[in-house]
């Protein structure tokens, strides 16, 4: 199955364009519109197709089955509250993420852990 290769289509961007007084917004636009941009097709010459068709690469999209008897984590964290959170204050008189539970202080905005509005 062919796949898109996002990772060499934006090095080559990357290295034939300067970021030099760029948003990431503005970047990301470029970057969509160069995408685009009609070039020679490689398979058939006097014809054009969208740049995006030449970073289509051959990839095999087999499942990765986990056996979770044998299967060991490999070390990322997958709370921070367990190792410890600057933004996570325990305050008695606090209240709790409406989405994850994490406590929060009183006049918390924002959960620190999910990031949902409070």
């Not at 058939?44 to 999209?61: A, C, H, N, S, W």
């Not at 959170?85 to 209240?95: L, M, S």
């Amino acid at each position: 199955m062919e796949g898109f290769d996002g990772k060499k289509a934006a090095q080559d961007y990357m290295s034939k364009h300067t970021l030099a007084f760029s948003t990431p917004e503005l970047t990301l636009m470029r970057f969509a519109f160069w995408l685009g941009d009609s070039v020679p097709d490689p398979k058939k010459d006097g014809k054009g197709i969208p740049r995006m068709m030449t970073y289509l690469v051959e990839q095999d999209f087999e499942p990765v089955l986990i056996d979770d008897e044998t299967y060991v984590p490999s070390g990322a964290v997958k709370s921070s509250a367990l190792v410890g959170n600057a933004f996570n204050e325990q305050i008695p008189d606090g209240k709790f993420c409406s989405e994850c539970g994490t406590s929060l202080s009183a006049t918390a905005k924002f959960c620190p852990e999910c990031g949902t509005t409070q």
